[in-house]
């Protein structure tokens, strides 16, 4: 069971520039959620989806950012025109299920983006 | 909306316990979790605590929930070295996301 994988570990992109974030969740999960982790802060929650459908996008900035989640594939998280600011490490977690149960998140190891 | 809130730090001794608390503003918080990171590394579910319970134990870990105050504790007993990391505390109601506190940074002397 490969767990939650993530790609790339690293990018470097240049102001102005896209990226694309890849994460695959575990065998068996249906539920992913991103989170983006600042230097020195905690996890803030973007964005929740299950295949093809965006269930809560309430933490994505309004511009440059999506998500998707095909029917066939990873899920993607795309920053358009990166800014400086957007240096940080993205999180994938994934879970069999959002509904009832205790089920916690299985984590990626992360996408640690830089911006120069 | 949801809030977490953790201290930032905490050392101790090796051998000695280590105690990390938790405060979340939620009512309708149904699970809650704490996460241990380590460094360049995801997160890893620790332990998970359901709200109408008030302890759990697990190993070195137990857990206490005060639900009327709204505040949750991890006592990890006999800290070793391993054990410094950042410890996350998180809440989710039924469905949809979990809210994350900003961590606490557990070093732990030799």
């Known amino acids: 069971n490969a767990g939650v994988m993530q790609n790339p570990r690293h990018l470097v992109r240049r102001r102005g520039q896209e990226a694309r974030l890849r994460c695959s969740p575990m065998?068996?999960?249906?539920?992913v959620y991103w989170y983006r982790q600042l230097p020195e802060e905690g996890l803030k929650f973007m964005v929740y989806?299950?295949?093809?459908?965006?269930?809560?996008e309430s933490g994505m900035p309004k511009e440059r950012f999506s998500a998707e989640f095909p029917k066939e594939g990873p899920s993607i998280l795309r920053i358009q025109q990166v800014v400086r600011g957007d240096s940080a490490a993205y999180f994938c977690a994934s879970s069999p299920s959002a509904g009832q149960g205790n089920y916690g998140y299985t984590f990626g190891s992360g996408t640690r983006l830089t911006v120069v | 909306g949801e809030d977490v809130e953790q201290s930032l730090f905490l050392s101790v001794r090796e051998g000695d316990s280590s105690v990390i608390n938790c405060t979340y503003t939620?009512?309708?918080?149904?699970?809650l979790y704490w996460y241990k990171q380590e460094p360049g590394a995801g997160l890893q579910l620790l332990t998970y605590i359901f709200s109408n319970m008030d302890m759990k134990q697990d190993q070195r870990l137990t857990v206490l929930l005060n639900k009327k105050d709204k505040h949750l504790s991890l006592r990890i007993a006999d800290t070793q070295t391993g054990d410094s990391a950042i410890y996350f505390c998180?809440?989710?109601?039924?469905?949809?996301?979990?809210?994350f506190g900003d961590g606490t940074t557990l070093t732990v002397k030799p």
């Open positions: 989806l299950q295949k093809e459908n965006i269930i809560d």
């Open positions: 065998k068996g999960h249906s539920h």
């Open positions: 939620d009512s309708s918080s149904t699970y």
């Open positions: 998180a809440e989710k109601a039924n469905a949809g996301k979990s809210t």
